[in-house]
């Protein structure tokens, strides 16, 4: 069933906004499935967490272009990352070596990267840059809600007047720290709460008094009395959610984004119902000194980047090992990249394009888009090409994770938008065909243009022949022709040189043959 | 719920002036307004409160050392004293303890606020300056310029050891621009940014005066062994710097050490310069929303004075602390309290002072308590967020309102519980507790509950208590007594002030009724 379909025919999920996907994603474990229902709150709920980067991080010392690696060298030999010292995502494409445990998840299918994101005409200030990235706005308009707020508000919006209630006991979203976040102010009040630890006091019983004069005054008083009354209404609930969980994984390392995601991770498992988790990490802004000296794979943006991949995967697997890691999508961003030349102060100035990273196991574990273009000799202040417009990714997870119909996304950003593969919406298992224990799933996306990517799931090891056919029955190319381990696997399909058409796959394994079809469009 | 649209002017304010004038004054003025300075200004009148914030004012004490890892004895001053690794640490604490004390023991002047104000716009940041006696430096400069001359401020702060630290000025060399400051210069520090018109370019200036800007800032250094500044000559750009159709295609030509001066003599030709200031006194002094009726009736006039006092400030700040404006009724207590003004001003206005013979460490305990009392409240003194300072003064559309949320109200509340209660703030053996019963002696009728709690309301409420709120207060003073209880206990106290017990007991109901004043929302604002 077409999810979007679906939704259409049921009036009443609009008032169930973030009780997305009804279908069972986990039809075929069936003791998950009984585990869910006992934590009530959580159902089939998706979850986005945004990891804020703030002060623009430096793209290009991020993921590597190895296939320029003489033009990446020149433009920025101070810091520059030996090309030994990369590791590699794919032959071309490399990741710093301090995010180890990034190159970990890419591997198990569990992290993307889409490759220079931004939006025409960038801007080089922190403090506006941040504004269009939190808002979702153009370049030259000045939008103050953000986006996350605008997709709350029409579901909610009369909050915050009678929330919480029954239905929406939790905030509709939080910010892990002391400040709530931009990305979820709505047109009137924020949408989201802050929460900073575990303990959460409270303390209000200030007597009934309606009368709110007009004016400035009255506005300000109005706004302190919600603020209050939230404050009180909803942390017994957080309290609640936090206490009924405990951390799970021993990797999280000793920083504060580790700190941060730790309490996401206790509050999803404690069943809070709040869908949108905003998390912080700052220090980007490396104008100078951004690595050491004649040891260039260490320094403050290598500690920055090492704290974000070890907290990241820790985060991943404190979610496995509560039994919710494919409820939760997440997503790093930041205000901008920065220049391709670095300058002398072995730093790098304010740019545009940058790579930003999707983590889960529903998303499409590729490197999206080309590694940017590198000049043989860039001027000092010549940044990465757009490839990718940040509102686009927005708009595919607004669609593809947060159940949004297209309209009300185009309504969000004001614009139309192309939709992204950045998500593996084949989450429903029946799409698949299976023998033994054996399965192939639905290639995704489907049609596909440039590239699909194909699961294959095996109950041990063994071997694996995966060959696909045009629509006459041609064997055109073999996929797959080894020993797999047991699990899944994702076959990425390069199919930007075949003719548009009907095409089917078949995978021999287990004595078994299974088949599916694909459409390929241009 | 209606907002109003506010038409008054700059025209001086020919209402009334009572206590709840007075007090709006002073509360955007000072940090908490105490029972005297109440009545001093409400006596006084409006002119005569005005010259009395803006008289000048000496500083009081300099930082200590108060950490016995340094290699100075505790109770040392340390400015003048060479860079010493091992104590530099220490002595960052010092100094940002010390610039809470001159807020916590701010005299009858609005120096301090304004020093506020300006470090919220020259922003450093510690963490990034590194340097206690840089540190040190730069408050000193925020003091001899705070109620100085905008553009001689922006050509002393440009080339100071902090701000050529914390903005890259120390690597922004002929070979390779550093464009850190010179970015910050125009968007934040001078003539601010407008929208964008075209690629690069921001209305008021564009990425080429950025890339001119930072090209006749280079070669300015600071020695890090006695903090000097020099201008280096081989480390200087000295191609003509020119400057886009924003500042007339402007052309400064090689001049070494005298180009900087030259290049904000420029910025400062712009009236954009005047009216980003005069906007940023407004959000701090009065109210963050800027409509075209505010832009055409306050800002332009001020921007106006501001440049036709050739860029001194004080005309054009007591001009707007004058005003009708000022004074509209819907515009007091429209401001959430800063954690400065919050926690700062409680103590300043109404705990129990530090005396002077108290050690060296049991003074600095305090001032680094309420130093990390701010900090939680998100309001940490030298070290903001960001280069643009704190949200509550940029960020659309919540401005003051970010500093209140489920976070930072719950923590206001946890300290406000917490000094109006018996154990109080106890740090380096001396206990600051709520003077409750100076405050309540200070009233004009302490004998009559409801005239204690209309009176004392008044002092930290923006508004006079609604009848409800009047009646619930009272229950908290007295919960289930007979009013006229209060007067006869509070006499005899009066007749017997040895009586340890009573005086325990009417302390004990004066916090309950204290904890209950400081939790309405009311007090929030300011």
């Known amino acids: 069933m077409n999810r979007r379909n679906f939704i259409k025919r049921s009036a009443p999920w609009l008032s169930l906004p973030l009780l997305l996907d009804a279908m069972p994603i986990f039809a075929a474990k069936p003791e998950r499935a009984l585990d869910r229902l006992n934590r009530l709150a959580l159902e089939e709920d998706k979850i986005l967490v945004l990891v804020q980067l703030n002060g623009?991080?430096?793209?290009?010392?991020?993921?590597?272009?190895?296939?320029?690696?003489?033009?990446?060298?020149?433009?920025?030999?101070?810091?520059?990352?030996?090309?030994?010292?990369?590791?590699?995502?794919?032959?071309?494409?490399?990741?710093?070596?301090?995010?180890?445990?990034?190159?970990?998840?890419?591997?198990?299918?569990?992290?993307?990267?889409?490759?220079?994101?931004?939006?025409?005409?960038?801007?080089?200030?922190?403090?506006?840059?941040?504004?269009?990235?939190?808002?979702?706005?153009?370049?030259?308009?000045?939008?103050?809600?953000?986006?996350?707020?605008?997709?709350?508000?029409?579901?909610?919006?009369?909050?915050?007047?009678?929330?919480?209630?029954?239905?929406?006991?939790?905030?509709?979203a939080l910010t892990i720290g002391s400040v709530v976040s931009q990305t979820c102010q709505g047109p009137v009040s924020n949408m989201g709460l802050a929460v900073s630890s575990d303990e959460f006091y409270f303390p209000y019983q200030p007597p009934a008094e309606d009368e709110i004069p007009d004016g400035h005054y009255g506005a300000e008083l109005e706004f302190m009395k919600t603020i209050m009354r939230q404050t009180n209404q909803y942390a017994d609930g957080i309290q609640a959610a936090f206490n009924k969980a405990d951390t799970l994984s021993p990797d999280y390392p000793q920083s504060r984004l580790a700190e941060q995601l730790k309490i996401v991770a206790r509050l999803i498992n404690g069943g809070i119902q709040t869908r949108i988790f905003v998390v912080n990490i700052g220090g980007f802004d490396t104008h100078a000194n951004q690595v050491v000296a004649g040891n260039t794979t260490t320094g403050t943006h290598a500690n920055l980047l090492g704290d974000i991949a070890d907290s990241v995967s820790a985060f991943m697997d404190d979610l496995k090992r509560m039994g919710v890691e494919d409820q939760v999508l997440g997503m790093t961003f930041s205000e901008f990249g920065r220049r391709i030349r670095s300058n002398n102060s072995s730093g790098t100035d304010h740019g545009a394009a940058a790579p930003l990273f999707v983590f889960g196991t529903k998303v499409n574990p590729i490197v999206h888009g080309a590694n940017p273009i590198i000049p043989a000799n860039p001027a000092q202040n010549e940044s990465v090409e757009m490839q990718y417009d940040y509102r686009d990714i927005y708009a595919t997870l607004l669609q593809d994770w947060l159940g949004a119909d297209e309209s009300l996304v185009t309504q969000i950003f004001d614009r139309s938008f192309q939709h992204l593969p950045i998500i593996n919406t084949i989450t429903n298992i029946e799409d698949s065909v299976f023998a033994n224990g054996n399965w192939l799933g639905q290639n995704f996306p489907n049609p596909a243009v440039r590239s699909t990517s194909i699961k294959v799931f095996s109950n041990k090891r063994d071997l694996a022949v995966l060959s696909l056919f045009d629509n006459n029955g041609r064997q055109i190319a073999v996929l797959l022709n080894k020993e797999i381990e047991k699990g899944e696997k994702v076959i990425l399909v390069d199919t930007s040189s075949l003719l548009p058409g009907i095409y089917h796959y078949k995978l021999n394994l287990g004595g078994m043959q299974l088949s599916k079809s694909m459409i390929v469009k241009k | 719920m209606r907002i109003l649209n506010l038409n008054s002017t700059l025209a001086k304010y020919a209402g009334t002036w009572d206590k709840s004038a007075a007090l709006h004054l002073l509360r955007r003025c000072l940090f908490g307004v105490s029972q005297t300075e109440l009545a001093e200004s409400v006596a006084g009148g409006m002119d005569y409160t005005i010259d009395r914030l803006f008289q000048a004012r000496d500083l009081q004490q300099l930082p200590q050392v108060y950490l016995n890892n340094d290699v100075l004895p505790i109770g040392s001053v340390w400015i003048d004293q060479p860079y010493d690794q091992q104590s530099n640490n220490g002595r960052i604490r010092s100094f940002q303890s010390w610039w809470v004390q001159q807020m916590l023991q701010n005299t009858f002047s609005i120096h301090e606020k304004m020093i506020l104000?300006?470090?919220?716009?020259?922003?450093?940041?510690?963490?990034?300056?590194?340097?206690?006696?840089?540190?040190?430096?730069?408050?000193?400069?925020?003091?001899?310029?705070?109620?100085?001359?905008?553009?001689?401020?922006?050509?002393?702060?440009?080339?100071?050891?902090?701000?050529?630290?914390?903005?890259?000025?120390?690597?922004?060399?002929?070979?390779?621009?550093?464009?850190?400051?010179?970015?910050?210069?125009?968007?934040?520090?001078?003539?601010?940014?407008?929208?964008?018109?075209?690629?690069?370019?921001?209305?008021?200036?564009?990425?080429?005066?950025?890339?001119?800007?930072?090209?006749?800032?280079?070669?300015?250094?600071?020695?890090?062994?006695?903090?000097?500044?020099?201008?280096?000559?081989?480390?200087?750009?000295?191609?003509?710097?020119?400057?886009?159709?924003?500042?007339?295609?402007?052309?400064?030509?090689?001049?070494?050490?005298?180009?900087?001066?030259?290049?904000?003599?420029?910025?400062?030709?712009?009236?954009?310069?005047?009216?980003?200031?005069?906007?940023?006194?407004?959000?701090?002094?009065?109210?963050?929303?800027?409509?075209?009726?505010?832009?055409?009736?306050?800002?332009?006039?001020?921007?106006?004075?501001?440049?036709?006092?050739?860029?001194?400030?004080?005309?054009?700040?007591?001009?707007?602390?004058?005003?009708?404006?000022?004074?509209?009724?819907?515009?007091?207590?429209?401001?959430?309290?800063?954690?400065?003004?919050?926690?700062?001003?409680?103590?300043?206005?109404?705990?129990?002072?530090?005396?002077?013979?108290?050690?060296?460490?049991?003074?600095?305990?305090?001032?680094?308590?309420?130093?990390?009392?701010?900090?939680?409240?998100?309001?940490?003194?030298?070290?903001?967020?960001?280069?643009?300072?704190?949200?509550?003064?940029?960020?659309?559309?919540?401005?003051?309102?970010?500093?209140?949320?489920?976070?930072?109200?719950?923590?206001?509340?946890?300290?406000?519980?917490?000094?109006?209660?018996?154990?109080?703030?106890?740090?380096?053996?001396?206990?600051?507790?709520?003077?409750?019963?100076?405050?309540?002696?200070?009233?004009?009728?302490?004998?009559?509950?409801?005239?204690?709690?209309?009176?004392?309301?008044?002092?930290?409420?923006?508004?006079?208590?609604?009848?409800?709120?009047?009646?619930?207060?009272?229950?908290?003073?007295?919960?289930?007594?007979?009013?006229?209880?209060?007067?006869?206990?509070?006499?005899?106290?009066?007749?017997?002030?040895?009586?340890?017990?009573?005086?325990?007991?009417?302390?004990?109901?004066?916090?309950?009724?204290?904890?209950?004043?400081?939790?309405?929302?009311?007090?929030?604002?300011?």
């Open chain 1, 56 to 172: 623009g991080n430096d793209g290009l010392n991020t993921i590597i272009p190895l296939d320029q690696y003489s033009a990446y060298q020149s433009a920025r030999a101070n810091i520059a990352l030996p090309e030994q010292s990369v590791l590699k995502l794919t032959n071309q494409t490399g990741i710093h070596p301090a995010m180890q445990s990034f190159h970990n998840l890419y591997n198990e299918g569990k992290l993307g990267i889409l490759q220079s994101v931004s939006y025409p005409n960038p801007n080089f200030s922190h403090f506006r840059a941040t504004d269009i990235w939190t808002s979702g706005s153009e370049s030259d308009e000045v939008e103050s809600s953000g986006w996350l707020g605008r997709f709350l508000n029409y579901y909610h919006p009369e909050f915050p007047d009678n929330y919480p209630n029954e239905e929406f006991k939790d905030p509709l």
């Open chain 2, 117 to 526: 104000f300006w470090h919220n716009h020259f922003v450093i940041e510690s963490a990034v300056v590194r340097d206690s006696r840089a540190l040190f430096d730069y408050y000193k400069i925020l003091n001899e310029n705070a109620l100085g001359n905008f553009r001689e401020f922006a050509k002393v702060i440009t080339i100071s050891p902090a701000m050529l630290r914390y903005l890259d000025g120390q690597s922004n060399v002929n070979t390779s621009p550093n464009e850190n400051y010179a970015r910050e210069l125009f968007e934040l520090f001078t003539i601010g940014k407008g929208s964008q018109i075209g690629e690069g370019n921001y209305t008021y200036y564009t990425e080429q005066d950025v890339f001119s800007a930072a090209r006749v800032l280079t070669g300015w250094r600071f020695n890090n062994q006695d903090l000097s500044v020099s201008f280096r000559p081989n480390l200087h750009d000295t191609n003509e710097k020119i400057f886009s159709d924003a500042f007339d295609n402007h052309v400064i030509n090689n001049n070494g050490d005298q180009e900087y001066i030259e290049l904000i003599d420029m910025i400062f030709s712009k009236e954009e310069t005047a009216k980003h200031l005069a906007r940023k006194l407004y959000r701090w002094f009065v109210y963050y929303q800027i409509d075209e009726t505010i832009e055409m009736n306050i800002i332009k006039p001020l921007a106006d004075k501001i440049i036709q006092d050739d860029y001194e400030i004080v005309g054009a700040l007591k001009m707007l602390l004058k005003s009708e404006h000022f004074y509209e009724q819907e515009l007091r207590g429209s401001m959430v309290k800063s954690p400065a003004d919050f926690s700062n001003g409680l103590f300043r206005t109404s705990m129990d002072q530090l005396t002077d013979n108290l050690s060296v460490q049991a003074k600095y305990a305090h001032f680094l308590y309420y130093l990390n009392v701010n900090a939680l409240l998100q309001m940490e003194i030298s070290s903001p967020p960001q280069v643009a300072g704190w949200q509550a003064y940029y960020q659309e559309p919540a401005y003051y309102r970010n500093w209140a949320n489920s976070v930072t109200i719950p923590l206001r509340k946890q300290l406000t519980d917490q000094v109006a209660s018996e154990s109080g703030i106890l740090r380096g053996g001396f206990r600051s507790r709520l003077r409750v019963i100076d405050l309540v002696e200070n009233c004009s009728t302490s004998d009559n509950v409801r005239e204690v709690v209309k009176e004392l309301s008044i002092l930290f409420l923006p508004k006079a208590l609604s009848q409800v709120q009047e009646d619930y207060l009272v229950q908290a003073l007295i919960p289930g007594i007979p009013e006229y209880e209060w007067g006869n206990q509070w006499r005899t106290l009066q007749n017997d002030p040895s009586d340890t017990n009573l005086r325990m007991a009417i302390e004990n109901k004066l916090y309950a009724f204290f904890r209950a004043l400081f939790s309405l929302p009311e007090f929030q604002l300011g």
